[in-house]
Structures are given as C-alpha cells and as structure tokens.
C-alpha cells in the first residue's frame, strides 16, 4: 500500500521548511521512527523520523527545496506485517534492478541502498531488450484504472550517490557546466565546496588549451564562506532562521510600542558569589555566570510584578497573565539569533538553572534545538555582555511584555562606604511593552533584579 508522508507543522506558526538532506533513498527498506531527513524550519534544523516501515516508493522533493507545510515529500509502500516477506535471492542469482520497484539486497539480505533519480552512472549502450511482463509488488494495493502504475525499467547500470553540496554550490557547478558526479568532495564527510567546483573549472580551462588569466581565473576561497574578491556586491538569500528573526523583529517593533530603562549596578557581592558556589562540591561542572544570577533574579521579579509576565491578546482584547516562567534565553548561532525558552524555570533551584542554561546554549549551537523550546515563552533575557557590550535597547520577543538585556561586568570605580573603591559594576536594560507595563512598573521590577544583583541576600526580604 502506497502512503504519503505529507511535511507536518514543526512548529507554531511555520509555514514552510527547506529539506538540507535526505538520509534515505528511493527502494531503501525504512523502520519506523528511522530517520529520513533533515529540514530547516525558520528557527531550528530538525530530523524527521519516519511514520512508516516499508520501502521508499518515491522522494517527491529534492534537497535544498523549499516546501510548504502540508505538502507530500516522501511516499512508501508500506509493509503489511500479516503478509510474509519474501526471502531474498541467493547472492549468486544475481537479479536486475526494478526501478521503482525497491532496490536489489546486498549479501545480508538488506536492500541496497539505491541512487537518487537521475544520477545513474553512464552504462555501455547495450541493444535492447523487450520489455518484461511487470510484476507488483506483494504489499502494493491496485492501482486505480484511470491512473496505472509506470512500468517497471530494467536496468543493470551501476547507480551512484547524489554528491553530497550545498544549493549555492550546485548553482555554481550548474552555471559554470561542472558535472558534480565527477567531483571528489574535500569538505567533511566528502562534501563537495564551492572551491572544488572552482579548481575543476580551471582544470577543463587548461585541458582546453584556454588561457587562465588574472581577469578569467575565479578566486579561490575557503569553503562555501562568502569572498570579498568577488566582485563588489554580494547577495544572500533571506531565508531559514534569518528570514524568521527579521519577520518577528519587524512585527514585534511596529506592533508593540516599546520603552527602554537602564540601571548600573554594583555586582561585586554577586561576584564574590559565584566564587564561593564554585569551590562547593554540588556545584562540579557547573557553569555559574552572572547570566544564571540574573535568570534567577528575574524569576524571582516576576512575583512582585507578574505584569511583565504577561501578553496582549489583540483578538480576545484580554491581557494574559502567567502563572508560570517560561524563561528565554537569546542566542547568536551560526544560523542567526535564536531564544529557546526554558520551561518553568520558576520551579528551578540556581544549579538547574545553571545546567538548563548551559544545556539550552550547546544545544543552540549544535542547530538541535527543538520547536517546542522555540515558542511558547513568557518573558526573556539577552546577554549583550558576553560580546563586551555595556548596554542596549533589545527588541521584545514576539507575544511577551519584557526583555532584560544583561550587560558586560567591569572593574570601576564606584561610590562604597563613604568612599571611592574599584567594584565590579554592570547595567542592565529593560524593554517592556508599554501596552501592557507602566514606566512605573517596569522601573520597580527593574530595581528589584539590580538590589538582588546587589546583594543576593535581598532574596530573603523579597515576597
């Protein structure tokens, strides 16, 4: 039985995904949950497990394509578990291959893993052959009148692997008259770069007998990385996670009229802290910073001020208010800026906080930050400090009323005790939706984080 396995929503309101990578073929034998691609959605790269066991029928989409949400991108025939399968041949019965009928089994009986379409490998021309009567395949369902199935092809030609590039290579490789299938990748796992398509251009130039020249030859570059050589423009696509953050900035920014305030803050004590947590044995491989003071500090903010823990629902004409923290943390990845949102973070101690952080920022990294930690946050943090910044005025976070930018800790002189000494020192700026957060208001919960910050036992007059 033929089903389709249609791109599902990844995501609160995602409407589209690019497919980087394919991990199956079409007549490969798939489990269930086996993963069989992997797709950027506007705000992470998530592997698709397939829903299925059976064979892949058809791979209706190539790689780098875009595609809509709701749309078909894998087909398979699907295996009925009350019909045996057959045994695979003997090695020494060596069979054709049915094109589009699954793939020969290797030595292990496993099927081969099978070539993408269109990237046989050249074959010497034999005479032809008439046509065999076809035969379906056990598990599949009949094909409806109006609609046979294509006939099956016979073809004995060895197939090759689609290389392995990225879609502004094969462009490159494309215009330039490169066969791809001809080229021996150096980027990890065999990837072919945009300099091994370059190189192979100035090999046919000089097989050619064409002269290479300063004004003809094409600079050489470092992997797929832009190159300031070429030319005096350069223009790269909006899409992915950049075209995401630019479209939520824009409607955030115009949407909800925001207002910034500052506070400089004395943070020696909480310093000093954090030098005392890490020499306790609870605290091993810990990564304490002031961004894990500051998490908690907010947290705990929140409950004399649940007002910047809160959203404008334009359509219901309600103000929403949390009872809970869904913390989000600002991210620089190398596929832009991202804030992952860490669940209930009310609930956590300083040392969970510590490691959900840490977890939340490598996973950020890595491009393996689920959907589900990208959406749904209440209230966020941005840590400009990390960069050497002192202050900023962030950008609310769609749907959320309040985000703290935390800046740089430096050694100043400041007033203490009557006098001028050298004491660590930070300013922390607030963005919050004016809407929903009077000046008032927004410089109350901002005093509270910065006494805190100040002097952590401020904790214990705080209800």
């Known amino acids: 039985m033929i089903r389709e396995f249609r791109l599902p929503d990844l995501g609160e309101g995602l409407t589209e995904s690019e497919i980087l990578s394919w991990r199956v073929a079409e007549g490969q034998l798939v489990t269930l949950n086996q993963v069989i691609a992997e797709v950027e959605t506007a705000k992470a790269v998530v592997e698709l497990p397939s829903p299925f066991e059976g064979v892949v029928a058809r791979l209706h989409e190539a790689e780098g394509t875009v595609v809509e949400v709701g749309k078909p991108i894998i087909s398979f025939d699907v295996i009925d578990t009350d019909v045996p399968v057959p045994a695979a041949p003997e090695p020494q019965r060596r069979q054709p291959t049915l094109v589009g009928y699954g793939a020969e089994p290797d030595r292990a009986g496993r099927p ?13 021309p034999t005479p032809p052959a008439p046509a065999p009567a076809r035969t379906p395949s056990p598990a599949a369902a009949p094909a409806p009148a109006a609609a046979p199935a294509p006939a099956a092809v016979i073809t004995d030609a060895p197939v090759r692997e689609r290389p392995r590039s990225t879609p502004p290579v094969r462009k490159l490789a494309r215009d330039l008259g490169i066969d791809l299938a001809l080229l021996t990748g150096t980027g990890p796992q065999g990837r072919i770069l945009r300099a091994d398509v370059e190189a192979a251009r100035l090999a046919d130039r000089g097989r050619s007998g064409e002269s290479v020249t300063a004004e003809t030859a094409v600079p050489p570059v470092v992997a797929d990385a832009p190159h300031l050589g070429q030319g005096r423009e350069e223009r790269i696509p909006i899409a992915g996670i950049r075209k995401h953050t630019a479209a939520a900035m824009v409607s955030s920014a115009f949407t909800a009229p925001h207002a910034t305030v500052f506070l400089t803050v004395d943070v020696t004590a909480s310093m000093q802290l954090l030098e005392k947590l890490r020499s306790r044995k609870e605290y091993d491989g810990v990564r304490l910073t002031p961004l894990v003071l500051a998490a908690k500090a907010v947290c705990l903010a929140l409950r004399r001020h649940p007002e910047l823990n809160a959203r404008w629902d334009e359509p219901a004409r309600e103000i929403v208010r949390y009872r809970y923290v869904n913390l989000g943390i600002a991210a620089a990845t190398p596929r832009g800026l991202m804030v992952p949102n860490i669940k209930d973070a009310q609930d956590l101690g300083l040392r969970e906080l510590a490691l959900a952080i840490s977890d939340l920022a490598r996973t950020a990294r890595e491009g393996r930050t689920p959907p589900a930690a990208l959406s749904g946050g209440t209230v966020s943090i941005s840590n400009v400090g990390v960069f050497g910044v002192d202050a900023g005025t962030p950008i609310l976070n769609p749907g959320e009323a309040a985000i703290l930018a935390l800046g740089a800790v430096r050694s100043q002189p400041w007033e ?18 004016h809407r929903l957060v009077d000046g008032a208001e927004g410089a109350a919960f901002l005093r509270d984080i910065g006494d805190v910050l100040a002097e952590p036992a401020m904790v214990l007059a705080m209800d």
């Open 416 to 433: 203490y005790e009557g006098g001028i000494a050298l004491r660590q020192v930070t300013t922390l700026s607030l963005s919050f939706d």
């Open 112 to 124: 081969a893993r099978r070539a993408r379409r269109g990237l046989a490998a050249p074959a010497e």
